[in-house]
């Protein structure tokens, strides 16, 4: 049995996300988040990718993926395993 540290999961989701959120990738992460996670999160990633226009906000849209996904993995703790392989998945994506 391995031991997920939830702030470090949250962290790379984080960052994956927000970069995926203004390419190419963001197409696919947005109908994986909605299966995945549900229709508020994958609502939360479009709206990221409306506030990406603005040059301000990679940092600020970095923090708030990693507080929402930080609640999640507190609320459910399950949805680990998941969120490291849609993390993984959408980095590679990213280096396509």
């Known amino acids: 049995m391995s031991v997920v540290h939830q702030p470090r999961v949250a962290w790379e989701g984080a960052r994956a996300f927000v970069?995926?959120?203004?390419?190419?990738?963001?197409?696919?992460?947005?109908?994986?988040?909605?299966?995945?996670l549900g229709a508020v999160y994958q609502?939360?990633?479009?709206e990221t990718r409306l506030r990406?226009?603005?040059?301000?906000a990679v940092f600020?849209?970095?923090?708030?993926?990693?507080v929402r996904l930080e609640d999640l993995l507190r609320a459910r703790p399950e949805l680990?395993?998941?969120?490291?392989?849609?993390t993984a998945e959408t980095s590679g994506r990213l280096l396509r």
């Not at 609502?43 to 479009?46: D, S, Y």
């Open 80 to 86: 680990a395993p998941l969120l490291v392989r849609l």
């Open 60 to 66: 600020a849209e970095t923090g708030a993926w990693r």
């Open 43 to 46: 609502l939360n990633l479009a």
């Open 19 to 36: 970069a995926a959120a203004d390419s190419d990738a963001y197409w696919w992460l947005t109908d994986a988040v909605g299966r995945s």
């Open 52 to 56: 990406l226009r603005r040059e301000d």
